[in-house]
């Protein structure tokens, strides 16, 4: 499983971007695919997840501002992120979990300039 990311960039406190993330390769066993995050000096965190229901789960300081989708024909998992603040700033990953193993991507990095 190949996943790219795409959409990061500079953008101002109350802001949007849309980070995209492309999957390729053996995905008929991933159950669940989702973005995380990393600042600088801190630990990976979770920012959402969607499985393949559908179902939906977000960090709490995400939740109201960020929305994930996906779009199975193009086997891509989408992050809408509005209302940007400073603390959002990070290097966004894409994550695909299957029973056996997770799969990351190499990440896109968001800046939000106050």
């Known amino acids: 499983v190949q996943l790219v990311e795409s959409g990061g960039g500079l953008v101002q406190v109350g802001g949007s971007l849309r980070l995209a993330c492309a999957a390729s390769?053996?995905?008929?066993?991933?159950?669940?695919m989702g973005w995380y995050r990393q600042a600088p000096g801190k630990q990976r965190e979770l920012v959402a997840t969607?499985?393949?229901?559908?179902?939906?789960n977000y960090v709490d300081s995400v939740k109201g501002r960020f929305t994930i989708s996906r779009d199975n024909a193009k086997n891509t998992v989408l992050l809408q992120m509005n209302s940007l603040k400073p603390e959002d700033t990070a290097v966004y990953y894409c994550?695909?979990?299957?029973?056996?193993?997770?799969?990351w991507g190499r990440g896109t990095q968001v800046t939000v300039s106050s």
């Open positions: 994550n695909a979990r299957s029973y056996a193993t997770a799969y």
């Open positions: 390769g053996s995905l008929f066993s991933i159950y669940v």
């Open positions: 969607i499985n393949s229901g559908g179902s939906t």
